[in-house]
């Protein structure tokens, strides 16, 4: 297994009027060995782009690819020793599904035994222990997937496995098991694992670590906790969580925020600062309805209330249509009756130019 290190790289695939048009700027990030890392981001900001770059599918622009400290920048796909798994089922229709599984250990001369022996792991770990003589050219799309899936999985002497959105052909009910499954079949063989997904969901409960990508930009890679508690950027606040994170405007005078002429909370750093105009970011689930205008509360009227079985999101208008949504296990009064919001003061975050201050 391998320690991945991405050196000022970046990639354009083009240049305008001489300048590289950058799919992927240049960044510096490292991950460890034998960690689980997911690449998420909307469509179009460079998952697929960096990944290839990892896998040497794709020569970068810029910088350098580290495997355990060796540059293997210009060292070709075959020789990096890493497993890919795409989005699509790549299969040899012509071969049982032992033989598609079996497929990377005979290519490297291992001994039967021990092909037989990781073949029906593998298999076993995703149910296909019953289908392995049958051809894989009568399985259905989601089966055929799972065979990728296994081929990916199957050498425990790679350095990675990358993954590109596998499980976009899945039924969901199998994915949800099959994402546990992944990651700990990941932790258990030790592998270096690099997933690719544009659902936070799939992220966060897969990965220990989370890189979140837009427009080309690394904007903070972090534990699924410290995306939804810290999120440095506005961007990260806004993709993980549902609903995202609330932004409202705000004013700072010596380190006192305020939203509306109301206090909701501090500047944790830089005490004393002020800032004409900030950006204060709150959780919905930080969010609280209050009886009454006590201190720190904020008078507003619900606008609209989802319930959702156990809990409600609710919408709540502060004034001049600025909405602030909250998620509550509690009873909520009728949309158009007035209401109090009280923000748990330590989970309020500030931001300027989209960053996080304090
Ligand atoms: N071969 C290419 N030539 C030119 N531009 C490309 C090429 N491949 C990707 N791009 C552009 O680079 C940017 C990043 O694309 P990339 O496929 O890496 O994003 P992504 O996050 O993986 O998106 P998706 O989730 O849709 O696959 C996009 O603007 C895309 O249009």
């Not at 932790?187 to 799939?202: C, P």
């Not at 509306?260 to 004409?276: H, I, P, Q």
């Amino acid at each position: 297994m391998a320690k991945i290190e991405l050196r000022g790289l970046a990639h354009a695939y083009n240049t305008v009027d001489g300048t590289p048009n950058y799919a992927l700027h240049p960044l510096d990030l490292t991950w460890e060995d034998g960690g689980t890392y997911a690449l998420l981001g909307p469509s179009g900001c460079g998952k697929s782009t960096m990944l290839n770059i990892v896998s040497g599918l794709l020569t970068p622009s810029e910088g350098r690819v580290l495997i355990n400290g060796v540059d293997m920048t210009s060292v070709g796909a075959v020789k990096r020793n890493i497993a890919q798994v795409f989005q699509f089922p790549v299969v040899y229709p012509s071969k049982t599904v032992f033989e598609n599984l079996a497929f990377p250990l005979r290519c490297r001369n291992k001994p039967k035994a021990d092909i037989d022996r990781r073949v029906n792991e593998v298999a076993g770990l995703l149910n296909l222990d019953g289908l392995l003589q049958k051809s894989a050219r009568k399985l259905t799309p989601d089966l055929k997937q799972l065979i990728s899936l296994g081929r990916g999985l199957v050498r425990d002497d790679v350095a990675v496995i990358l993954m590109d959105e596998p499980l976009t052909v899945i039924d969901p009910q199998l994915k949800f098991s099959l994402r546990r499954k992944l990651r700990d079949i990941s932790a258990r063989h030790g592998h270096t694992l690099v997933y690719v997904t544009h659902d936070q969901n799939e992220a966060m409960t897969l990965a220990e670590q989370v890189v979140v990508m837009d427009h080309g930009r690394v904007v903070q890679m972090g534990s699924p906790q410290a995306l939804f508690e810290e999120p440095v950027h506005r961007h990260v606040g806004y993709f993980i969580g549902s609903p995202a994170m609330n932004f409202l405007e705000g004013a700072v005078d010596r380190g006192t925020v305020s939203v509306f002429g109301r206090d909701v909370g501090t500047l944790r750093s830089a005490e004393g600062r002020s800032l004409s105009q900030v950006v204060v970011g709150i959780r919905p689930e930080f969010v609280t309805l209050a009886d009454g205008p006590e201190a720190g509360t904020l008078p507003a009227t619900i606008t609209d209330v989802q319930d959702m079985g156990c809990f409600a999101i609710v919408s709540a208008d502060l004034g001049n249509s600025t909405i602030v949504k909250l998620r509550t296990p509690d009873r909520v009064p009728a949309i158009g009756a007035p209401t109090y919001l009280v923000f748990e003061r330590d989970k309020v975050r500030f931001y300027k130019d989209n960053w996080l201050v304090s």
